[in-house]
């Protein structure tokens, strides 16, 4: 009877483990789904800035200050590394492209330039669906940070090396309520 109670408790922490196990890597997997989603996304958003600049650069080519500042985060967002630096020059990037929008108001011509227009409206539905895939990346950091943090599922975590994973967060600095003098 002992033998059998032993074989038991054996058989349920070993089915305990392997779900535990499988649950941290089913929620590995849905963090790395997440990131690759707003890598999508981001990448879909480098691909437009061009084409953007180059309409406004046609309209406003004495900007060249702000064009120019587009142009380099969008440089430093392909060459970041880690998930901070991206999240960092990705808010550089929303910035540079805030202010290129804002530069754009002044010419009336380029606001009824049809391409313009059709740029500006890709770039509001990516800039939605970016914020939609960082909420969704974040949701998912945070069951998984949860899981490996928590007991008893830290234990397996600990066992196999899980990780945390960073959030995707803004820069302090994209926090700052923006100034806007007339």
């Known amino acids: 009877m002992g033998i059998i109670i032993a074989v038991v408790i054996v058989i349920a922490i070993v089915v305990w483990a392997v779900t ?25 958003r480098a691909d437009l800035i061009p084409n953007l600049v180059e309409t406004v ?13 587009v142009t380099n985060a969008r440089a430093r967002a392909a ?7 991206r999240a960092a020059a990705e808010t550089q990037v929303g910035q540079a ?24 409206a890709q770039l509001k539905a990516l800039e939605d669906r970016i914020a939609y895939a960082r909420q969704f990346y974040n949701d998912v950091v945070l069951k998984y940070n949860t899981k490996i943090q928590t007991v008893p599922s830290n234990i397996i975590a600990g066992m196999f090396h899980f990780t945390e994973r960073e959030f995707f967060k803004v820069e302090e600095s ?6 806007v003098r007339f």
């Open 174 to 179: 994209a926090r700052a309520v923006p100034q």
């Open 97 to 120: 492209l805030m202010n290129l929008m804002a530069t754009a108001e002044a010419y009336p011509q380029l606001q009824a330039n049809q391409n313009f227009l059709d740029l500006q």
């Open 57 to 69: 650069k046609g309209y406003a080519a004495h900007e060249s200050q702000t064009l120019q500042a």
């Open 20 to 44: 535990a196990y499988n649950g941290l890597v089913a929620l590995r997997n849905r963090v790395d789904n997440g990131w690759a989603q707003i890598d999508v996304q981001l990448k879909q």
């Open 79 to 85: 060459a970041a590394t880690t998930t901070a630096e």
